[in-house]
């Protein structure tokens, strides 16, 4: 199929973001283009644990909060969509979280976490020792209570990237795998985008979802867009020998048995550049925590260890919406540790602003004007 010249929209990256843009835009009637240099969900889209919460983490004390539960309810909306209308499978499911504490200051934390997870609707139980043990067997010694939350989700984000992308291109959408080096402007307005193989797409709107590499937005548009990388690994490990519920967590840390048949641990959070290798360091640290509570993982064998970069801004919540000043170009990026739960509601507040200039979605405190 020969590569279009022109496009109604432009999404630059092929992430959660860019997909889930790209999918809304084609319900609403328009025919976008999606720019990707590498592959559609390539980078941390494809490798988050793909954990669905909205009662607790970075960025849940503010205005994202309203966002994604609005988010959460779309995303169960879409499970149904994207399975009928692609094949593809992202095992939405709702769990059970088994948070425990390692320390005596985790005891704090724990309280801490319990109080904002009450606040945000969930039904949660304070565990003492014993009754952690009864409710997984093969926990560490050291574990000195924990907290249940009930409805809670999990899905695979690698899937639900791609089937955002394949329904979208089902719908009348384009992906083209190349990297954009740049806008073209007539005025304050945009009319098309530069590609690095010399090629160029008319347009008149442009969709910025370039995840933590919209920090190099500087140089196209000439102001801050405040995104820092921070890395993220885990660990995929084999084992004969699960824990019995389907997802421990503790400190920033979490153990998830995965549709895959897999124990995905993680995670670490590090200041690393665009650095997207595994290292040796953080599978150590990893492991350490994870041990502590759950053992019997050392039994397991890493099949594969990956490490991704979040787009996190400075509040933890995304930068949304019309670049003030800039005629035509709209930016979704920024939804740091939530991006794959963000994901729905960024890309139809997206779309809805692309095609009708406003949207019912909870996002007008998360404009890029709150840091200019
Ligand atoms: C270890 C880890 C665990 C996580 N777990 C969860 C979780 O449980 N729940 C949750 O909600 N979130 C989670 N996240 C966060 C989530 O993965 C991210 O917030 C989300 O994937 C960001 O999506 P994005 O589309 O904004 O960016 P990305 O997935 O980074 O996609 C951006 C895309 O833009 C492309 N691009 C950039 N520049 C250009 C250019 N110039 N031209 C063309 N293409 C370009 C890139 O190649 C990339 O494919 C986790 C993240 C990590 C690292």
């Known amino acids: 199929m020969q590569n279009s010249s022109s496009a109604d929209v432009v999404i630059v990256g092929g992430g959660v ?10 319900t609403m009637g328009a025919r976008p283009v999606v720019v990707e240099r590498e592959q559609v969900a390539g980078a941390a889209s494809g490798f988050a644990q793909g954990g669905l919460y909205t009662m607790s983490g970075a960025g849940m004390d503010g205005p994202f909060l309203p966002l994604v539960r609005e988010s959460l309810r779309l995303h169960r909306e879409l ?14 499911a709702e769990k059970d979280i088994l948070t425990v504490s390692l320390e005596h200051d985790d005891l704090a934390t724990l309280r801490a976490l319990r109080a904002q997870q009450e606040a945000n609707g969930f039904t949660v139980d304070y565990l003492d020792d014993r009754q952690v043990r009864e409710l997984e067997p093969g926990i560490g010694p050291g574990v000195l ?16 990237t791609k089937s955002l992308m394949l329904a979208a291109e089902s719908n009348g959408a384009e992906l083209r795998i190349a990297g954009v080096t740049g806008l ?32 190099f937005l500087r140089e196209w548009l000439g102001v801050d867009i405040p995104v820092l990388p921070i890395k993220g690994e885990i660990l995929r490990i084999r084992t004969n020998t699960m824990p019995a519920m389907a997802h421990l967590g503790w ?7 995965k549709p895959d048949g897999l124990l995905w641990t993680g995670t670490t959070e590090d200041e690393a550049g665009f650095d997207r290798d595994p290292s040796a360091s953080a599978a150590e640290r990893i492991m350490q925590g994870a ?41 979704a990026t920024g939804a740091g540790r939530k991006g794959i739960l963000a994901a729905p509601a960024l890309g139809k507040a997206t779309a809805d602003l692309v095609t009708t200039g406003a949207t019912d979605l909870p996002i007008a405190p998360l404009g890029l004007d709150r840091f200019l």
């Open 17 to 26: 973001a860019g997909c889930a843009v790209a999918y809304y835009l084609t």
């Open 184 to 215: 073209r402007w007539d005025g304050g307005r945009v009319t098309g985008v530069e590609l690095a193989d010399g090629d160029s797409i008319a347009c008149a709107n442009v969709v910025l979802a370039m995840g933590p590499w919209s920090a």
């Open 145 to 160: 209570g924990g907290m249940l939350t009930r409805h809670t989700w999990l899905l695979d984000s690698d899937t639900l």
């Open 291 to 331: 041990s502590r509570v759950f053992p019997a993982i050392t039994e397991g064998v890493v099949e594969l260890h990956t490490a991704c970069l979040r787009p996190v801004s400075p509040d933890n919540a995304p930068i949304l919406g019309a670049v003030p000043g800039m005629q035509g170009v709209y930016i």
């Open 251 to 257: 400190q920033h840390s979490y153990m998830v048995k």
């Open 79 to 92: 499970y149904p969509v994207l399975t009928d209308a692609t094949g593809l499978d992202s095992r939405l």
